[in-house]
Each structure stands twice: as structure tokens, then as C-alpha cells.
């Protein structure tokens, strides 16, 4: 939505969802993505989607390659999972912080309950699938009807942004400069990675309507 736009790391100022004096409820600002879910739709909330992750990350790890698919494919598919489970659990860890890690396929029955984690072991999951995807998806650059997909560069590049939201106030209360340190040093070294991926920042070529950005 407009509103949910305005909560982003581009956007200056105040939305209604960042907004310190106006207390959010669910009755007042309303996102079901990442509050209670439409209750009547688990596919729509953020646990929903990755219980369907995780339940293809399961089936992809137990499929051998053979006639009908290669280990490239699997690897390939493998390592868009993990980019969106990262994706999935770095949105949440923006809105509350430590929230619970699932990592196997859960049956939503009474009785099935897991903790809640700390902030620090949700953003060291979240790394580690991205680092996954990187390894898996390798020099992969879709083209075609496949353009736009995730590759290895963007999983430097959600990467980049994981470390500064660690490093950054909301989490970094002491300030802590290894934590800055550790992200200019990461992603000054990932980005021959996604360069290599096509998304240089800037290309001096012929620029009409700022197509060179």
C-alpha cells in the first residue's frame, strides 16, 4: 500500500506506521501481512507463506537429479527458497524485532508452539539463507521469460541492508562500530558479486529518462 511505501529505508519522514506519535492498533492501521494475518487465509500472512517455503526447501533437499530435473534446477529453485524465507523473516524482524524461527514444515494444530527468538539469532538466520542462496544460485542470470528472478547478486544485496538495519539506531542502541565496520567490509566484498548479476548502479552509455540508472 501507499502507507506501508512510506515505511521503507528510502522514504524520509514520518508514514503512518513509523509515526511515534500516532501508537498503531489494529484498528486504525490494518496490515495483514504482518500483524494477525487474514484469519481465514493462512497463505496471506507472513507464517503462512513460509510454511510453504519451508515445505519446498523439504522437498527440494530430498529430490535426486535425473532424468526430469538436473541438479542446476534444483539448486537454482533451492536457492530462490532461501532468498525468500530470508525476505520474509527480514520484513518481520523490521516491524517486531526477535520473532519465532520455523524452519520445518509445522501443522497448524492446537499445541504447536515455538519461542520466540532474539533479534540477533533472527538477523544471523536470515543471513545464513542468504549466504545459501548465494552459493546455490552461483553465476546464475536469468534472461527471457525468467528476467527478474532472484540471483545470487540479490542476495548480496538484501544482505547489505540486513546488516544495516543490525547496525543501524532501531537496533544498535550502544552504537556499536563493529557493526558498521562489518557491513561496509561485506558489502564492499560482495559487490563484484552483483555487479557480476547486472545491477551495476551506473553506466554512462546513453542516458534517456535516466535509463542508465
Known sequence: SINEGKSTEEYCGFGCFVDPQNPLSLSNNNVPDYFY????NIQESAYGRIRNINDAIIGLESVQPGEHITQTQIDQLLGQAYFLRAWCYYRLVQWFGGVPIVKEY??????VTVPRSSTKDCIEFILSDLDK???LLGNTVWSGNDFGRVTAGTACALKGRVLLLW???IFNRKNDESRWKTAYETMKAELATINACGYGLYQSTKNENGEDF
Do not use: D, I, T
Not at 37 to 40: A, R, T, V
Open 133 to 135: 542462496a548465494k552459493k
Open 37 to 40: 494475518g487474514q484469519l481465514n
Open 167 to 169: 547496525a543501524s539506531p
Open 106 to 111: 509445522l501443522e497448524p494444530v492446537e499445541g
